[in-house]
DNA sequence: CCCTGATTCGC
DNA sequence: GCGAATCAGG
């Protein structure tokens, strides 16, 4: 069997699919591929959302075929005609499809979790990276890094999320994109970083801060308290 | 390269 | 009906 595409998961996909998420997100948090998303979007009869690469020809009303044939498409009306053609001399048309090796794909389904809330969790704690290559750290700090002016911070946190030497894996980018759809949430750890039971606090932050007001009286100490 | 959604068509 | 492969555009 394919896919089972219960009540639940169809009710899932369509209020996802109407929050507006991207289809690869769509498919993470579903465990399941973009293309499954899309597809069933379509059979869904879901609202096309604006396609980056809308029809030219639609647009243009000019005579041009109304649709683009894929490669694919022509390669197999080529290989028709071909192994019709060559039906009369009996001759094998090898494809060298036969018993398509590829990678057996591992369904990613049941190997984690179905579907959880948005929680934020350390993520892979160990596991090879390639030292390669290592573009610019995007995953913003969220330990209390931030040096408002009259402000300063005082008491760090057991220990700043870990500095990542790498890029930051998809995950923990669709994470943080997670976490900026759905409203920005109080970013002070509690708990060690790596450990099962690390999070971040998750209180509506204070205006323009990046924690709520209990941390933020913590992680913001006036200089001149300091100072005198 | 990364990403996006759309489409086709073998299964 | 399903979705991988592919396309096409940013």
Known sequence: ?????????IARLKELWEQGLSTA?????????????????????????????????AAEGSAKPART????????????????A????AKPAEKKKAAAPKVVKVSPAAAEEPAKPASVKADRPAGA????????PKAAAAAPAENPKAAEPAARPA??????????????????????????????PLGDPGT?????????PLPGKPYCAEHAAIAYVKIRDRRH
């Open 86 to 89: 060559s039906a009369a001399l």
């Open 25 to 57: 997100e769509i498919g993470r948090q579903l465990s399941i591929t973009k293309n499954a998303v899309v597809g069933k979007a379509h059979r869904l009869g879901l609202p096309p959302r604006p396609s980056p690469i809308r029809n030219k020809a």
């Open 129 to 136: 990276e390639k030292p390669a290559k290592a573009s610019a």
């Open 159 to 188: 220990a700043p999320v870990a500095q990542r030497k790498v890029a930051p894996p998809r995950r923990v980018r669709d994470t943080i994109d997670r976490t900026l759809r759905q409203g920005p949430t109080c970013q002070w």
């Open 69 to 84: 044939r894929t490669r694919k498409a022509e390669a197999t009306s080529e290989a028709v005609e071909e192994k019709a």
């Open 1 to 9: 069997m394919a896919m089972e595409w219960t009540d639940e998961l």
């Open 196 to 204: 099962p039971d690390f999070h971040f606090c998750g209180a509506t």
